[in-house]
């Protein structure tokens, strides 16, 4: 799996972070990890709190202990979420203000999938610890938000249907055309939604799936380039080096060589 990075100091060490997982039909049981273990549900799934096993609807998040067991995915079909694995004084803090092991449910998840896409590409930078823990603080102000703010839900249903079907030759007019409206509405709605566009979004999307796929030293590029939807590999080479600073092959070599 992706650890795109690790904060220096031992007072905030961020162990693995993934965005976007893509699972099979499955749940997942298991013992408590030894750290905070926070989860986000894109989609509905089963999430195992103190109250038990239940179905919970897509936005849920939960935040395991050290010593809590963890029980979550789905049996029925594929799934899509979110997680991050950390330890340190300072996360102690933060993670103080959150309730441990209980369900929760986003408010406002526009702004949740913006400030975890910045945790996730400081991340992969090694962005300074204030930095990391700024975001941090960022992502629990917005979970423990309880009323709900003027987001365009539509929106969250049209990015919803990108984070599932990116991987298929998607452009702005099959996307509108599949929500019965213009592209020129879809472009300004979701920009207004997101603060990108609707395109800057599933080529991110894309990338971060290749960036995952790249771990596997046996996959050959142009292969990846044709699982996110690019028949260019050449063209999918330029994008990777343009995201993450690297091309494919130097990811590569970067991670073997660690």
């Given at each position: 799996?992706?650890?795109?990075?690790?904060?220096?100091?031992p007072?905030?060490?961020?162990?693995?972070?993934?965005?976007?997982q893509?699972?099979p039909?499955h749940?997942?049981?298991?013992?408590?990890?030894?750290?905070h273990?926070?989860?986000?549900?894109?989609?509905?799934?089963?999430?195992?709190?103190?109250l038990?096993?239940n179905?919970?609807?897509?936005?849920?998040?939960i935040?395991?202990?050290a010593?809590?067991?963890?029980?979550?995915?789905?049996?029925?079909?594929?799934?899509?979420?979110?997680?991050?694995?950390?330890?340190?004084?300072?996360?102690?803090?933060l993670?103080?203000?959150?309730?441990?092991?209980?369900?929760?449910?986003?408010a406002?998840p526009?702004?949740?999938?913006?400030?975890?896409?910045m945790?996730y590409?400081?991340?992969?930078?090694?962005a300074?610890?204030?930095l990391?823990?700024?975001?941090l603080?960022?992502l629990?102000?917005?979970?423990?938000?309880?009323?709900?703010t003027?987001?365009?839900d539509?929106m969250?249903?049209?990015?919803t249907?990108?984070?599932?079907?990116?991987?298929?030759?998607?452009?702005?007019?099959?996307?509108?055309?599949?929500?019965?409206?213009?592209?020129?509405?879809?472009?300004?709605?979701?920009?207004r939604?997101f603060?990108?566009?609707?395109?800057?979004?599933?080529?991110?999307?894309?990338?971060?799936?290749a960036?995952?796929?790249?771990?596997?030293?046996?996959?050959?590029i142009?292969?990846?380039?044709?699982?996110v939807?690019?028949?260019?590999?050449?063209?999918?080479?330029?994008?990777?080096?343009k995201?993450?600073?690297k091309?494919p092959?130097?990811?590569?070599?970067a991670w073997s060589?660690?």
């Amino acid at each position: 799996m992706p650890e795109p990075g690790r904060p220096r100091a031992p007072h905030c060490s961020l162990n693995r972070l993934v965005l976007h997982q893509e699972m099979p039909a499955h749940v997942v049981e298991r013992p408590g990890t030894n750290d905070h273990f926070f989860a986000y549900f894109h989609q509905a799934g089963q999430i195992g709190s103190q109250l038990g096993v239940n179905r919970h609807p897509a936005h849920s998040w939960i935040c395991w202990g050290a010593d809590d067991r963890h029980v979550y995915g789905r049996d029925d079909s594929t799934w899509l979420h979110s997680c991050f694995h950390i330890t340190g004084s300072k996360v102690e803090q933060l993670f103080s203000k959150l309730p441990q092991n209980t369900v929760g449910s986003i408010a406002n998840p526009p702004a949740f999938h913006a400030c975890l896409d910045m945790l996730y590409h400081n991340a992969l930078a090694k962005a300074e610890q204030q930095l990391i823990l700024s975001n941090l603080e960022c992502l629990m102000q917005i979970c423990l938000q309880k009323t709900k703010t003027s987001s365009d839900d539509e929106m969250i249903t049209v990015k919803t249907f990108i984070d599932e079907h990116f991987k298929q030759a998607l452009n702005l007019e099959l996307i509108a055309e599949q929500f019965h409206m213009s592209a020129s509405s879809l472009r300004a709605r979701f920009k207004r939604a997101f603060k990108q566009s609707v395109i800057d979004y599933l080529i991110q999307r894309r990338l971060q799936h290749a960036h995952y796929l790249l771990h596997d030293q046996d996959m050959p590029i142009a292969e990846i380039a044709k699982q996110v939807g690019y028949d260019d590999s050449a063209y999918f080479s330029r994008l990777i080096k343009k995201q993450f600073g690297k091309s494919p092959r130097a990811l590569r070599q970067a991670w073997s060589a660690n």
